[in-house]
């Protein structure tokens, strides 16, 4: 199986734009999260989304959102982006069946913001 | 809470087994998770703990779990230079897909 795949792996833009990220989970998986890694913050959760609907939701300003499609494929939007958003988005997938939470990271979305 | 918490940072010898340890706060854990990255990779899960186990063994990895101390540490044994890695314990409270995660291990092997 392949296994979760992110785009783009790198990205950089300015203050005040926009971006969107997407992640492809593991075939059959329906849970998609997105995390947020910095030097400063760790790994900090961002939401999840399960069958196209928000599930879960950390403590991320409204400048970020996500949304899931039917095929389970996610994608995540920064909007009016600060310096501080630099960071490593991780994506990662669950089967999310059983009472097993096991998650599958991708690669991760390395961001610069200038 | 959602608080895990781990210390920064091992050195150890090719061959020598290194130990990695992690307290969590929230007891109603399902499952605990060890994950490694490599740099400027992405999170591998390594493996994970049940929470009404005391311990499992898989190839060089054991992971210890005091469900009374909240305290979760996994062993690598006969560690390798690829064994180079953060190792972060994770913990997904209240038993969902939201996981906790500590700042890391750095553990850096050497020759």
């Known amino acids: 199986k392949a296994g979760v795949t992110q785009t783009p792996r790198y990205l950089i833009k300015t203050r005040g734009q926009q971006v969107t990220l997407s992640c492809s989970p593991i075939?059959?998986?329906?849970?998609v999260s997105w995390y947020q890694q910095t030097p400063g913050q760790g790994l900090q959760f961002l939401f999840e989304?399960?069958?196209?609907?928000?599930?879960n939701k950390g403590n991320f300003p409204g400048r970020f959102s996500g949304r899931q499609f039917s095929n389970s494929r996610s994608e995540m939007n920064v909007s009016t982006l600060e310096l501080g958003d630099s960071a490593l988005y991780l994506c990662?997938?669950?089967?999310?069946?059983?009472?097993?939470?096991?998650?599958?990271f991708g690669p991760g979305t390395r961001l610069t913001v200038t | 809470g959602e608080d895990v918490e781990q210390s920064l940072f091992l050195s150890v010898r090719e061959g020598d087994s290194s130990v990695i340890n992690c307290t969590y706060t929230?007891?109603?854990?399902?499952?605990l998770y060890w994950y490694k990255q490599e740099p400027g990779a992405g999170l591998q899960l390594l493996t994970y703990?049940?929470?009404?186990?005391d311990m499992k063994q898989d190839q060089r990895l054991t992971v210890l779990l005091n469900k009374k101390d909240k305290h979760l540490s996994l062993r690598i044994a006969d560690t390798q230079t690829g064994d180079s890695a953060i190792y972060f314990c994770?913990?997904?409270?209240?038993?969902?897909?939201?996981?906790?995660f500590g700042k890391g291990n750095q553990v850096v092997v050497i020759p």
């Open positions: 989304y399960f069958s196209e609907t928000q599930r």
């Open positions: 990662a997938s669950s089967l999310d069946a059983g009472g097993s939470y096991e998650q599958y």
């Open positions: 929230d007891s109603s854990s399902t499952y």
């Open positions: 075939s059959g998986h329906r849970s």
């Open positions: 994770a913990d997904p409270p209240r038993g969902n897909n939201r996981l906790a």
């Open positions: 703990i049940f929470s009404n186990m």
